[in-house]
């Protein structure tokens, strides 16, 4: 069965510093990855996805991921964060198409 | 554009009550999933509706049950609710049952059963 784990439950960053958040999947075949973001009271936002191609995939708000297979990773990453930025982060792995598989969640908090 | 939007916002049940929560999905969209995320959880995908059927199903008891109508729209319906279905219920749509198009959410309907 396939699995995603996010390592950090939570994450404390400096506005302006760098934000690399982390994602392992286990998937037999090449998977679809995704990044959402919830903001309190809010649904889940796409922020980038990756199907095939390049494996260094740009999404919104200055967000980019990398794909990494042979690490079995999809980590994402901003060079600068915003006060903004603070929110949950949830990487997720289609398994059978409509049927997502989301890790547990990392809680960003930025501190001035 | 509207998105998807759910109903109710927040309810209270207490235990053996059932409750229905409503979608609608994105203007243009025909396919509606539910997820159930817990406090501290990533959401848990429950089933997914295309063309008035259910066409796939999670890890969830029969007590979980839902309907898609001809306009697109869905309910999830929950029976003899326990306190561990107190959670966050996604509803999310997109277009087709196949193909690379993403799911989009909606905010929510927070139940909490006591």
């Known amino acids: 069965a396939q699995s995603v784990t996010q390592p950090d439950i939570h994450i404390t960053v400096s506005e302006g510093a760098s934000l690399e958040l982390r994602c392992n999947y286990s998937?037999?075949?090449?998977?679809?990855l995704f990044w959402y973001v919830q903001s309190p009271g809010q649904g889940l936002q796409l922020l980038l996805k990756?199907?095939?191609?390049?494996?260094l995939v740009q999404g919104i708000k200055g967000f980019e991921a990398e794909f990494k297979r042979s690490q079995s990773s999809f980590n994402l990453r901003k060079p600068s964060v915003h006060w903004s930025d603070a929110a949950e982060y949830f990487c997720?792995?289609?398994?059978?198409?409509?049927?997502?598989?989301f890790g547990a969640g990392t809680q960003v908090v930025v501190t001035p | 554009d509207a998105g998807v939007t759910q109903s109710p916002t927040h309810l209270i049940k207490t235990r053996g009550q059932q409750v229905t929560l409503r979608c609608s999905p994105k203007?243009?969209?025909?396919?509606v999933s539910w997820y159930q995320q817990a406090l501290g959880q990533g959401p848990q995908f429950i089933f997914q509706?295309?063309?008035?059927?259910?066409?796939q199903r999670g890890n969830f008891p029969d007590r979980f049950s839902g309907h898609q109508f001809p306009n697109y729209s869905s309910e999830l319906n929950v029976n003899a609710l326990l306190l561990g279905d107190s959670a966050l219920y996604l509803c999310?749509?997109?277009?087709?049952?196949?193909?690379?198009?993403?799911?989009?959410f909606g905010a929510g309907s927070r139940l909490t059963v006591l």
């Open positions: 999310a749509s997109s277009l087709g049952e196949q193909g690379t198009n993403v799911l989009t």
């Open positions: 998937y037999g075949a090449t998977p679809y």
């Open positions: 990756y199907f095939s191609g390049d494996t």
């Open positions: 997720a792995v289609v398994e059978v198409w409509g049927k997502f598989q």
């Open positions: 203007s243009g969209h025909d396919t």
């Open positions: 509706y295309y063309e008035e059927e259910e066409r």
